[in-house]
């Protein structure tokens, strides 16, 4: 009957994680086998995920493992006939055994070659070796094939030497001759240095292995919570949002409600009014016509005669003047546009809900060099700019800034709206905005609208201050690194954006703009190295 290990290769009775025979096997549940105690550690290391080592599926609970005993029992036959095998010592075709030079019909296994005899010897064609003086002083090794490449072409003598310096095998001669001055050791002693270097490095190389793993895992972790926030980010805002337009549409209908209640109230006071007036109107008139029913005659005695036989009740009528049916003003249109101011400012600085129409309206800039103050570099393309310690010789023109470390774009802009985006990445300190083209560009110079300047900037890598008249601190949720500028000449408008969370940062309204502007830059003092980087103009592009 076929034994096991001829029936089967023997990969397949080896794990896949600690690459020997299976001990105690289970399998998974997606039809791969591991020893217990291997796929075990292995989900220990790698949780929170739980997944098969070989074919990567994913497992939403951990499974639970019980030791296949077919498989086990199996791995026991085949280690078994392979225990047996490897004690018949036969000559097999392609065994990999250095087999005894001297041996007849069934070689035996070397225990040693010899590099004098250039002969390997089983343990009885041994024993000359051990017993006989001549032969104890030749060189014996782990037994090897090919022994012919162990001996020096140059001096046929064992090369049993290894020189640090030129990194070659050597023979006795061969160190005598022309290494006398390099440092040269026993191929064992090098062996020995090389194999703990070896096993350094391994130990260096799983080290780094296990740290990057670890990295991923971190990542991994960090980016299953930014999902989870993201989540329930995204989950607060819808609740809140609908709490929000069911409360609005509650006070809308309540508000209706007020204003219809004061309408009638009103409408009762005036009809009130009207139906006095229209009493008071019914006497008068009624005493009216009795006045007309008096003769009125040129004989003074008739007349008289007339006047005095009429009973004529006086109307009961008050003083009017003061009277009159007050107009509600229902300021609720001031405090409407407060709420919409603040509601709108406030999502603005969430996420602005016209953002992508902004972006719309980009324009391309180039920094103009004529403008730039020495210290200042511009790239070939006109799209970066950055400070320098050393100044730039630059002819003197009069519109070039020459103390502060400023710089115009080419464009100017005298009517309409534009949009441009700049990467500020990896910086502690610049200025953003616009200017007027009359600004002054000699000296120092104080950012505000009154000076021409719609601006703000960053100090310290965290303080945002918009430079109004006084300055405003401006507070965000985390440090952009690219801002969106945005003008609207006729509105008199500019504001400021995060291009990333697409949320207002700032905005100068009611600016009154007379001439034409242009956008205003400022990369700052390098600072050392931690502002270092440039401003950068870079490309909208609007499929966000």
Not at 53 to 69: A, G, S
Not at 366 to 387: F, M, R
Request: charged share 25%.
């Amino acid at each position: 009957m076929a034994s096991p290990a001829s029936l089967i290769a023997e990969e397949n009775f080896h794990c896949s994680i600690c690459l020997s025979v299976f001990s105690k096997p289970v399998s998974t549940p997606c039809g791969h086998n591991f020893c217990i105690d291997c796929i075990t550690g292995y989900w220990d290391t790698s949780k929170p995920l739980i997944t098969c080592p070989l074919c990567k599926e994913e497992f939403n609970i951990r499974p639970k493992l019980r030791v296949n005993h077919f498989i086990a029992e199996m791995a026991a036959k085949f280690v078994k006939s392979v225990q047996e095998k490897s004690a018949n010592i036969t000559e097999e075709s392609g065994n990999g055994n250095v087999l005894c030079t001297l041996c007849t019909g069934a070689r035996r296994p070397a225990l040693q070659s010899c590099l004098v005899c250039m002969m390997s010897y089983c343990q009885i064609h041994l024993e000359p070796h051990q017993k006989l003086l001549a032969l104890k002083k030749h060189k014996l090794i782990h037994p090897v094939e090919n022994l012919e490449s162990r001996i020096c072409k140059d001096h046929g003598e064992p090369l049993d030497l290894f020189c640090s310096v030129d990194q070659m095998f050597l023979c006795d001669s061969c160190k005598d001759r022309d290494h006398k001055q390099h440092k040269t050791v026993t191929l064992e002693e090098e062996a020995l240095m090389r194999k703990d270097q070896l096993e350094s490095e391994k130990k260096d190389a799983n080290k780094m292995v296990d740290e990057r793993q670890q990295k991923i895992w971190e990542i991994e972790r960090s980016l299953e919570a930014n999902k989870n926030n993201a989540a329930k980010a995204l989950s607060c805002s819808e609740h809140v949002m609908t709490a929000m337009v069911e409360y609005i549409k509650r006070g809308q209908a309540e508000l209706a409600d007020v204003i219809e209640t004061k309408q009638r109230k009103k409408q009762a006071e005036a009809d009130g009014l009207i139906n006095e007036l229209k009493g008071e109107i019914m006497q008068i008139t009624q005493k009216s016509q009795q006045l007309d029913n008096i003769s009125v005659t040129d004989d003074p005695f008739r007349f008289l005669e007339s006047y005095l036989s009429l009973t004529i009740i006086p109307p009961q009528v008050k003083d009017w003047s003061d009277v009159t049916l007050s107009c509600d003003p229902f300021k609720m249109q001031e405090v409407m546009a407060s709420l919409e101011a603040t509601v709108t400012r406030e999502i603005r600085m969430l996420c602005d809900p016209n953002f992508k129409e902004i972006r719309r309206h980009a324009v391309e800039l180039t920094l103009d060099p004529d403008t730039a103050n020495s210290h200042l570099y511009i790239s070939e393309d006109g799209k970066q700019v950055t400070w320098g310690t050393q100044r730039r010789r630059v002819l003197k023109n009069p519109e070039r800034f020459d103390c502060v470390h400023n710089v115009l774009a080419r464009e100017g802009f005298a009517s309409g709206r534009f949009y441009y985006e700049v990467q500020v990445k990896d910086k502690t300190q610049w200025d953003l905005g616009v200017a007027k083209q009359s600004i002054n560009r000699r000296g120092d110079i104080r950012l505000s609208p009154k000076n021409g300047y719609w601006t703000i900037w960053l100090r310290k890598g965290n303080e945002f201050t918009a430079n109004t008249d006084p300055p405003v601190n401006l507070h965000v949720t985390e440090v952009p690194e690219k801002i969106g500028v945005f003008v609207d000449y006729e509105d008199g408008q500019v504001s400021f954006h995060d291009v990333d969370t697409r949320a207002s940062i700032f905005s100068f309204t009611g600016c009154n703009f007379t001439e034409k502007i242009f956008p205003f830059f400022s990369p700052c003092a390098t600072n050392g190295a931690e502002n270092s980087a440039p401003l950068i103009i870079t490309p909208v592009r609007n499929n966000k």
